[in-house]
């Protein structure tokens, strides 16, 4: 599904893809990655920002997939210049509304339900406990201030209780 996504993107926008792979790559709220600059990124290792919701300073690695793609969108653009530039206005990015229904777009040409801009960050958290089984980490890199939070947002209460029905046998 990530995939699909990924590639429906990018066929269709080098913006759009570029905002899903920040999202899935750093776990992000869009709030977040809308308001990045060139400067922020270009030639970097890590992404240091202030989170706009808990106003707690980050420190997000770059992941070299990412890194790829952003060194290729951004070969051609201003230091001062959005990432997500809006195509209204001479440089303002794009809003929270556009960026939902881009992803929205992309889930119902796809056949996908239930995708919004924090399908991101819940990708990001999943694929990385799934990987690491750290969920204290997770927590710490979502910036979740309860372990049990992080969990529920990340799909894995829900998880063990399909589990658990799905193994009844009576």
């Not at 996504?5 to 990018?10: A, D, E, F, R, V």
């Not at 990045?36 to 890590?46: E, M």
């Not at 195509?87 to 119902?108: C, F, H, K, T």
Request: a positive charge; glycine letters at 4%.
């Amino acid at each position: 599904m990530v995939r699909d996504i990924s590639n429906y993107l990018q066929i269709r926008s080098d913006r759009n893809h570029v905002m899903f792979l920040i999202g899935i790559y750093t776990g992000l709220r869009i709030s977040d990655i809308r308001k990045l600059r060139v400067r922020d990124l270009r030639g970097k290792s890590h992404l240091e920002i202030i989170s706009q919701k808990t106003e707690k300073k980050m420190r997000v690695a770059i992941n070299d997939n990412l890194k790829e793609a952003l060194d290729e969108y951004l070969k051609n653009k201003c230091d001062y210049e959005y990432i997500l530039k809006s195509r209204e206005g001479d440089n303002r990015p794009i809003s929270n509304n556009q960026a939902y229904n881009i992803l929205s777009e992309a889930a119902e040409a796809l056949g996908i339900d239930n995708i919004g801009t924090h399908s991101m960050r819940k990708t990001f958290g999943y694929h990385l406990y799934q990987k690491t089984k750290d969920i204290v980490l997770v927590k710490e890199l979502l910036s979740h201030s309860d372990i049990e939070i992080t969990k529920r947002y990340i799909g894995l209460v829900q998880r063990s209780k399909d589990v658990a029905v799905n193994d009844l046998s009576f």
